[in-house]
């Protein structure tokens, strides 16, 4: 099976910046489209940033012109550089990978999620 792997949260104080990483491994055929979500406590997951294999990302608006995603496709891996951080960034947050893996005598594709990793910004 697919396993997501987050790397980079942490404490970090305001307009401070965080790298966080999501490496994909496990019977992998090609990854689609990447992408970062995060949810804070009582609140809903929300979108952060994704990106196709060719690089086109999109950004949710709290987060442009602060965020960078990109990706690694022979490394099978997306990151999120988070600059000038707010406290109202503080969640966890998920990688999320659209995933065609190898199954028995096929192909399936599918949404697959990260543990989560803790980004916690202090004022």
């Known amino acids: 099976q697919v396993q997501l792997v987050e790397s980079g949260g942490g404490l970090v104080q305001a307009g401070g910046s965080l790298r966080l990483s999501c490496a994909a491994s496990?019977?992998?055929?090609?990854?689609?489209?990447m992408g970062w979500y995060r949810q804070a406590p009582g609140k809903q997951r929300e979108l952060v940033a994704t990106i196709t294999r060719d690089g086109s990302a999109n950004y949710a608006d709290p987060v442009k012109g602060r965020f960078t995603i990109s990706r690694d496709n022979a490394k099978n891996t997306v990151y999120l550089q988070m600059n000038s951080l707010k406290p109202e960034d503080t969640a966890v947050y998920y990688c999320?990978?659209?995933?065609?893996?190898?199954?028995?005598?096929?192909?399936?594709?599918?949404?697959?999620w990260g543990q989560g990793t803790q980004v916690t910004v202090s004022s």
């Open positions: 496990g019977s992998i055929f090609r990854i689609n489209v």
């Open positions: 999320n990978a659209d995933i065609m893996v190898v199954q028995t005598m096929s192909l399936k594709s599918d949404h697959y």
